[in-house]
């Protein structure tokens, strides 16, 4: 679970901050700006001469990277060491990286972004407690000294598409090092909806990839990603993941159902990207981490003008109470959209997969009471829930489990 949970912060970090929680965090820290919703065709040359990002996402990524370093720090989340023996190392290996023009979040975020070129990406955290650590010493990438962006995340982009030697060495002496390898997979966008350049795109209706290229014995997913705006955050959201084929068709409910609908996307200058990964082994190992496994993606897209944009299903809410004689049991019953769960339709069996109860432990209560001549009277009662063994506790929840269910 661990290396898991290591490789997908990484991702999401490499997938430009894609998910609702960041989003919300920015909220917190960033002033809205206003959206604009009106599509106008962008021809594809004039976009590749755009120069990235504007001011506002500038702004926008060194104020996370900013805020996210000082929070955690302030919450311990954030440290340095020496010690590698008491990190798990994290990996990830990205080619053919989308041009600049596509303005997403994460190039200003991981500094030195290189167009059609490839990058390096190092995350250390913990063994045995929820922190992420910058090294007390040197990491370099091909005798380069790889960029620390922030929460123990490292990153290199280079042009060359080549094995990558990692070196690790601490101020305490310690050492290790291993090969990372790029994609074996490869991705080729060649059209979309027929259209090779200039595209424009309907949402509200099925779209056909075309892709060139397939290895015919490489069965990796091909996933898709478009790039679109929150209060002025360009960030890339999931569609979906698909069989890989010549021709795909995306079915217009993965639009209405794709990740970050509850953040109202607005897809101006939009960009839509393909890409394959997988999960390999590191070669040439040494030193303190003795086994190295890394996350290996190669990406390919094209620029997209949305004319038709979705209605977005945000999932569905039940909530009530209900009464019992022994007392009144309220619940909320969430389901997420179709990326995040299946369909109700396809669902045969429900099962709990976290059951808990929880309630006051203590009980306080003051009334004063006046009786002229500015004398009163106060009552006060205060009740403490008696210590229970996690044995009794158990039994509890196993009882009411039951009953539930």
């Known amino acids: 679970m661990k290396k898991i949970y290591l490789i997908s912060i990484l991702a999401l970090l490499c997938a430009s901050l894609n998910s609702h929680a960041q989003l919300g965090k920015l909220k917190s820290i960033i002033p809205a700006k206003k959206e604009t919703t009106e599509a106008s065709i962008v021809p594809d040359s004039v976009r590749e001469k755009k120069g990235g990002q504007n001011l506002w996402s500038k702004v926008v ?8 370093n000082l929070a ?57 407690k929820m922190q992420f650590n910058k090294i007390e010493g040197t990491v370099n990438v091909d005798g380069k000294s790889a960029n620390y962006v922030a929460l123990g995340i490292y990153s290199l982009f280079f042009k060359d598409n080549s094995p ?35 595209i424009s795109l309907d949402l509200t209706k099925d779209v056909v990839l075309e892709l060139e290229n397939l290895p015919v014995q490489d069965q990796t997913q091909i996933g898709v990603t478009i790039a679109a705006n929150t209060l002025g955050i360009k960030t890339f959201y999931e569609v979906g993941w698909f069989a890989p084929a010549s021709k795909i068709t995306i079915p217009a409910a993965m639009f209405r159902n794709m990740n970050g609908v509850a953040n109202n996307l607005n897809f ?49 809410v039940a909530a009530a109470t209900e009464k019992f004689p022994k007392g009144d049991v ?46 009163y009277t106060t009552t006060t009662k205060t009740a403490q829930f008696p210590q229970f063994s996690d044995a009794a506790w158990d039994h509890v929840l196993d009882k009411m489990y039951t009953e539930v269910v």
């Open 61 to 68: 990524a060194k104020a996370a990277k900013a805020a996210g």
């Open 72 to 128: 955690g720090s302030m919450m311990g989340m954030v440290g340095t060491t020496a010690d590698l023996e008491s990190l798990v190392p994290g990996a990830y290996y990205m080619s053919n990286l989308h041009p600049t023009s596509v303005g997403v979040v994460s190039q200003s975020f991981f500094e030195g972004w290189e167009p059609g070129g490839n990058a390096v990406m190092l995350s250390f955290s913990s063994k045995n």
């Open 164 to 198: 990558k030697r990692v070196e690790v060495t601490t101020n305490s002496g310690q050492t290790s090092a291993f090969t990372i390898h790029p994609p074996k997979q490869s991705v080729k966008l060649r059209s979309i909806n027929g259209q090779v350049s200039n």
């Open 268 to 316: 101006t200058d939009s960009y839509l990207q393909v890409s394959r990964a997988s999960t390999d082994k590191a070669t040439n190992v040494s030193g303190v981490f003795s086994e190295m496994e890394y996350f290996n993606i190669v990406t390919d897209g094209k620029f997209i003008t949305v004319t038709g944009k979705p209605v977005f299903n945000k999932g569905l």
């Open 330 to 375: 309220s619940y909320e019953v969430k389901k997420p959209n179709a990326i995040f769960s299946p369909n109700l339709s396809r669902m045969k069996t429900l099962a709990f997969t976290s059951f808990a109860i929880q309630g006051k432990t203590s009980y306080f209560d003051s009334k004063t009471k006046y009786s002229g001549n500015d004398t």
